[in-house]
């Protein structure tokens, strides 16, 4: 497992952007498929994208607003949010799990989470 610590939440407006980070422990980051999943109240916690070496891969929710990347050389990756929307209010977790194909959607395939950052969008 790796340790994982997602910042970059906080309170913004109908259109507005955020940038979420999330440093991970250890030197075999390249390895290591990254996810990020969102939990709104009362709802389930849901695939926003997730990012490995060789692709990226985002909820169709988010396609054309969110970008995944990486920086493997600073063993963080990062989720770009632009023309937010009230729906996209939630906890964000960032999680990691060794990469392998198959299941990428699932949360319960990913093996190290963070703690969570807030995200709310007001209308």
């Known amino acids: 497992q790796v340790q994982l610590v997602e910042s970059g939440g906080g309170l913004v407006q109908t259109g507005g952007s955020l940038r979420l980070s999330c440093s991970a422990s250890?030197?075999?980051?390249?390895?290591?498929?990254m996810g990020w999943f969102r939990q709104a109240p009362g709802k389930e916690r849901e695939f926003v994208a997730a990012?490995?070496?060789?692709?990226?891969l985002l909820a169709e929710s988010v396609k054309g607003r969110f970008t995944i990347s990486r920086d493997n050389a600073k063993n963080t990756v990062y989720l770009r949010m632009n023309d937010l929307k009230p729906e996209d209010t939630g906890v964000y977790y960032c999680?990691?799990?060794?990469?392998?194909?198959?299941?990428?959607?699932?949360?319960?395939?990913?093996?190290?989470w963070g703690q969570g950052t807030q995200v709310t969008v007001s209308s």
């Open positions: 999680a990691a799990r060794i990469d392998y194909n198959g299941r990428v959607h699932s949360s319960d395939t990913y093996d190290s």
């Open positions: 250890g030197r075999t980051f390249i390895t290591y498929r």
């Open positions: 990012a490995s070496w060789r692709e990226t």
